[in-house]
């Protein structure tokens, strides 16, 4: 069964950092591409990064870029989010999810979320 | 950056009914476009990929369509679970972008 568990995230004051991870179990990490997807409370979803299964190449949106890093750990089967600067428009529920092989790069499993508060 | 317009916003309709939701893309995104529903307190979950292909465990009442850059997810006979959130998804090109979503609730 894939299963994807967000951890790290938290309450944090604006201009601090914090890291996300998302631990893969239940399929062969090291295949597949891999995203984070937020959702601010009481809005809709928005795609953060992605990045490649080898993690040679890295995506991001331009709100998060120089700001935000994500990487992976094949060996460890995790996914990473490392935000730093954050900003109160940060805050909001993260989502680790696999993008899939066959079928044009959709995320077709989603952690459960981690929520992000950043607040003084 | 491509932007999905998507619509209605909310819609109100009862069992069995046929519903309709669309996305418009600002640009040619071929098929790189799915649906998903989202319930109250939970993750996302993919219905559709591919414009027209249904993902794995989902009901054959979903179904996808597409004329040239208008997408179209229909519900063939609205079931009590399906209320929720449904969202349109490009993936033709970084940034990614999701349309705005539409309440689907029950009358």
């Known amino acids: 069964e894939v299963q994807l568990v967000e951890s790290g995230g938290g309450l944090v004051q604006p201009g601090r950092s914090l890291k996300l991870s998302c631990a893969a179990s239940?399929?062969?990490?090291?295949?597949?591409?891999m995203a984070w997807v937020r959702q601010a409370p009481t809005k809709g979803l928005e795609w953060v990064a992605s990045?490649?299964?080898?993690?040679?190449?890295?995506y991001y949106r331009d709100s998060v870029k120089g700001r935000f890093t994500i990487s992976r750990d094949n060996a460890k089967s995790t996914l990473y989010l490392q935000m730093d600067s954050l900003r109160s428009e940060d805050t909001a529920t993260y989502y680790c999810?696999?993008?899939?092989?066959?079928?044009?790069?959709?995320?077709?499993?989603w952690g459960q979320g981690v929520m992000v508060t950043v607040s003084s | 950056d491509i932007q999905m317009t998507q619509s209605p916003a909310s819609l109100s309709a009862s069992l069995e009914e046929i519903v309709t939701i669309t996305c418009q893309a600002s640009?040619?995104?071929?098929?790189?476009l799915a649906w998903y529903q989202q319930k109250p307190g939970k993750s996302p979950q993919l219905l559709i990929y591919g414009a027209t292909s249904l993902a794995d465990g989902v009901p054959s009442r979903f179904s996808g369509s597409r004329s040239g850059t208008q997408y179209s997810l229909k519900i063939s006979r609205l079931q009590v679970e399906d209320p929720g959130i449904y969202y349109c998804?490009?993936?033709?090109?970084?940034?990614?972008?999701f349309g705005a979503g539409t309440k689907l609730e029950l009358k």
């Open positions: 990045i490649t299964n080898s993690g040679g190449s890295t």
């Open positions: 640009q040619d995104i071929g098929n790189w």
């Open positions: 999810t696999r993008e899939g092989n066959f079928n044009y790069g959709s995320p077709d499993y």
């Open positions: 998804l490009q993936g033709y090109s970084a940034p990614y972008t």
């Open positions: 239940g399929f062969t990490f090291s295949n597949y591409y």
